[in-house]
């Protein structure tokens, strides 16, 4: 705290007596330890920046003021550059100008009014898009390479259509360009970017398009932090390039569409090639082609003389062919003689062969030694027959010696059943019904009346 200043009564021996500039300093010591860094926001008065690179102005509100100065350090680090009138939000600590003995404070970072709100509610809207995927790499549409037309949706009088259409003229001025006008600021800017969209993606007639503004406050591009425009872009079938403001500004738009580039000068560079290096290229294949052509003719050219040293004139030709053809005509006649003679001995050798294997003298030695053969089988056969023949005479007179019908001529007879069986005993006889006896010269039917 600040000491307090002695009572004139007090004792001069005990009075501590300060220098203006000792007081000053006290105070401005005890200010800043005390109260250290602070968040302050006001309205921007008679706003200051000389040669030296540091702002000073009044900072302001209804009922009071307070002078402010940001030094060159700090203020090179701001995104925009304050007005009279604009109401901003200050991070500062505050300090004693001692040789005015001006209470001021002293800036360190500095930015529109409502920033930091809006930085809240864009972290906010980022993680819940990123929570749905709109920003996944795996959704991205390709951008063509050389597009046959592009479409470009932005303020028609604002800087950077002029810069886009600059670049895209030195570099590919054969592509043409449709242009979709469309707010960039305010509160209708966001409604308004969503319909161009639309209509570009009904009409069909490019097939890319460019999203983009110029530089500004976080509050002035606001709009593309509008999340049914982020929604939209993510839907389009065209495939879309964000260039919003400056390469430090980053929007919701240049996070979900296909391809962000840093400015709109840069998103036109990307979009097309530099007709410079297809002429580079064309030139370098030009000059491949012409000289690999002119290595084919030559290559072509030792050919044809080559072929053309080997031509002859057809007459010429023609006689070298009569006499080669004489001289095969010779060549083959001598060889026929030789091989008709070789095969000629052949054939009387074969002659002379053939008659030592000729089958008529062997058919005529096996047609005596077949004759011999028969003759011995037909003898052997008569001797078989008439052996056979005296075996069975022998056979049928030993079989006639012990035939029954011997007997019976010898004064025998034979009896039997009326079943043919022949008997033996009387007893047989009793049980018989008719009874046959058996002559040598017939036989009788008897019946049996009595026993004996």
């Known amino acids: ?33 005390e ?12 706003f200051m920046q000389p040669t030296s690179g540091h702002w000073y102005f009044t900072l302001k509100d209804a009922n009071a003021q307070l002078k402010c100065a940001i030094f060159k350090n700090r203020n090179r680090i701001a995104r925009f550059t304050p007005e009279d009138g ?44 990123k929570a749905k995927g709109l920003f996944d790499s795996v959704h991205k549409k390709p951008i063509p390479k050389v597009p046959n037309k592009i ?35 305010g509160d209708s800017a966001a409604q308004n970017l969503i319909k161009q969209i639309q209509q570009a993606n009904q009409d069909k007639a490019c097939d890319v398009l460019l999203v983009t503004r110029g530089g500004g406050s976080l509050e002035d591009m606001w709009c593309f932090n509008d999340e049914a425009l982020t929604e939209t872009i993510f839907a389009s079938e065209l495939p879309i390039v964000s260039a919003v403001g400056h390469e430090v500004d980053i929007s919701i738009s240049d996070l ?44 072509t050219q030792a050919l044809l003389d080559r072929l053309t040293a080997q031509i002859v004139h057809p007459k010429e030709k023609m006689v070298e062919s009569r006499a080669e053809l004489r001289e095969l005509t010779q060549n083959l006649l ?3 003689r030789e091989t008709v003679s070789e095969r000629s001995a052949d054939l009387i050798d074969l002659q002379y062969r053939l008659q030592a294997f000729n089958p008529q003298f ?91």
């Open 1 to 33: 705290m600040i000491q307090p200043i002695l009572q004139p009564q007090e004792p001069a021996e005990k009075r501590k007596i300060y220098s203006v500039s000792e007081m000053a300093l006290t105070i401005r010591r005890q200010l800043e330890r």
């Open 35 to 46: 109260i250290g860094q602070i968040w302050i926001s006001g309205e921007i008065s008679n």
């Open 86 to 129: 604009q109401q901003v939000l200050i991070r500062a600590k505050l300090s004693l100008y001692e040789p005015r003995g001006d209470l001021q404070l002293i800036g360190e970072y500095i930015e529109p009014a409502g920033e930091g709100a809006l930085q809240v509610a864009f972290n906010r809207l980022k993680e819940k898009l």
């Open 151 to 185: 479409g470009i949706i932005t303020s028609a009088s604002g800087a950077a259509i002029r810069d886009v259409l600059t670049v895209l003229k030195r570099r590919m001025p054969q592509i043409p360009v449709v242009i979709y006008p469309s707010l960039v600021q």
């Open 256 to 299: 979900v569409a296909d391809l962000r580039a840093p400015t709109p000068s840069a998103a036109a560079e990307l979009l097309v090639p530099d007709q410079s290096d297809y002429r580079h290229k064309l030139n370098q294949l030009k000059r491949r082609l012409f000289n690999e052509t002119e290595h084919k003719l030559e290559v």
């Open 334 to 336: 001598a060889a026929f």
């Open 362 to 452: 062997e058919l005529e030695q096996r047609q005596d030694e077949l004759v011999i053969t028969q003759d011995n089988l037909v003898k052997s056969f008569k001797d078989l027959l008439k052996t056979k023949q005296q075996q069975m005479a022998l056979s049928m007179q030993q079989l006639n010696d012990f035939s029954p019908l011997a007997t019976l001529k010898r004064g025998y007879t034979i009896t039997e059943d009326e079943t043919g069986k022949p008997l033996t005993s009387v007893k047989q006889a009793q049980e018989a019904k008719e009874l046959t006896t058996k002559f040598s010269d017939g036989e009788i039917k008897s019946r049996i009346k009595e026993f004996q």
